[in-house]
């Protein structure tokens, strides 16, 4: 029989946890001028990547961070068993032009901006679960081919509000396996969709600050933690309003994460200088700020353990213009320093 | 250490075979008037299944196939540890909006038409590795909302070729568990993406069969099998186009499948009397004809052991405007009577 792995309502201890054995960050050239410029592995000169369009130059990122994953690795495409990859676009074009000449089989994956957190948590699963020896987790944004995709021509010049987030501009890849690191993961709790009603879709942190909530919330009780427990609790994109919102609605269920609180997209812009509102967002903020902040201060022990909960605004232009409201989910993972 | 259960170049042979307990399929008028109609769990009176869009309508009907499946095994949301779902709408909106109050933490997947391969192939990886005693596979296409997304509005009444398909409104689901029953997942061979670089969106069939070929192919290398040892070898959605196309392809790599060989959106109309053309198609086309038609031959031993290879065209109206290819996936399944 297999091992009983689950613990409380919906999440994962792992018996055997897998590694991060590598990562790999490449940004735009919006990021690289951002407080965590010097620590991401490629700043491209330009957003377009020397592609004709905007969802090629994400397939790029894909594919660059990647490559560099694996060289840190050692590792060559057949090694790598299994891909856990997506992004935000329609029918997960980036991704599938990005890898059809890996060759690696592909699981497409999409949560919106969680997604990180779900390629990250299946990689997990089936590396623990010795189907693969290596597996990827592969995640990407862009902000030219999400604004297409949800909002406004770039050449329409809108005006954003405040509330709003951008892009990131931004790929990151990781690498599991069995094989000892100074990075495991221990393990995760998958989120649900909770929905409150929000519609405004130039306000993403409210639509997600729930969602990132109920995991968090779910993560506390069903491995009997506290907030003290983890050195940082790192939400992917909520920005300043979600985040405000999110200690709220915590404290409101008895925790206050007031101390270990820490949003990827607060930490991948300078907000003033770089106008860009509320944060940043997208499947790759969460992604790059893993692999260029978070990761590194895990392996050199600077943090034991680390709450990792990309979150997702689950919205399409078609439910938009139809009016329904912006559904979230996130997915968290437990990362400790060994 | 975990068990390795890796075999040849990418598929999983499980040492503790997960089991289909359950499953359900719901269709819209037209999939009901045609071969299966008896066969269906639900037929539904209109297309629109009283909903004010054909996105809520596929959402409905997500829902109602889950709901029916877990009749069917007498269980209750709450004993659904986890859902592995997903359609063919950008930002799988059919599938967000289906589930959200169901409250069972979600894997959104995508793979275009692949994915009711996706889905069954993770849900059975992830049961068979202990993580969860239940788990549902979910997935969904709606004529409607399908033409929308891809190609042009139904007012539009743009003639179709004689190589189109014609997307399925239906959906099925799938519960797994180790508990034992009649059918169990006795292995995956997940897909890579295969580009021959067909750009025609109105022939999926040849988008796809190429990639059919290569997961067929592979499968029978990993498992050292010949097509007899396949009572049935089921593709997708190939329609008659793809379904020539494969047998050729894996002909000229030295197998002859024609003996074996079905294609559910062959199977779910009667071409010439329904006006489908090529034959049926989308994400709930091999989910509803695997729970009407092919689950209860494996239940009753008719088929002793069945390749399920649904199959994917990844194709987004934005790389199809940008003049790319359509890249095509297939994600199989081994199933068995036992």
Known sequence: MAIDQTIGMQSIQFQNSPYIISSASVVGPKEGEGPLGEY???????????????????????????????????????????????????????????????????????????????????AAMIVAGGYADYAAALTSSHFGSAEKEFRFPLGYGNQRPLSATWTVTGSGAFILSAQKSHVRVCGVTPGRIVDMGVKDNMNMGACMAPAACDTIYQNFMDFNRQPQDYDRI???????????LLIQLLKEKGFDIS????????????????????????????????????????????????????????????????????????????????
């Open 40 to 122: 991401f592995d490629l700043v491209a000169p330009d957003a377009g990547l020397g592609e004709q369009t905007w969802e090629q130059a994400e397939s790029t990122m894909q594919k660059e961070a990647l490559q560099t994953a694996m060289e840190k690795a050692k590792l060559t495409l057949p090694q790598i068993r299994y891909l856990f990859g997506g992004d935000l676009l329609a029918q997960l074009i980036a991704t599938s032009f990005g890898n059809g000449e890996t060759n690696i089989p592909l699981f497409g994956l999409y949560g919106a901006c969680s997604t990180c957190g779900e390629s990250l948590a299946l």
């Open 234 to 244: 790192v939400t992917g994109d909520l920005g300043t309003i979600g985040q405000k």
């Open 259 to 338: 101390q270990q609180h820490m949003d990827c997209g607060i930490e991948v812009y300078d907000a003033e200088k770089q106008d860009t509102h509320a944060g940043g967002s997208g499947c790759g903020c969460s992604a790059v700020v893993l692999a260029a902040l978070i990761l590194p201060k895990l392996r050199q022990g600077v943090w034991k353990r680390v709450l990792f909960v990309p979150t997702g605004a689950l919205l399409s232009k078609v439910s938009f213009n139809e009016g329904r409201s912006i559904p979230g989910i996130a997915h968290a993972v437990v990362l400790e320093h060994c």
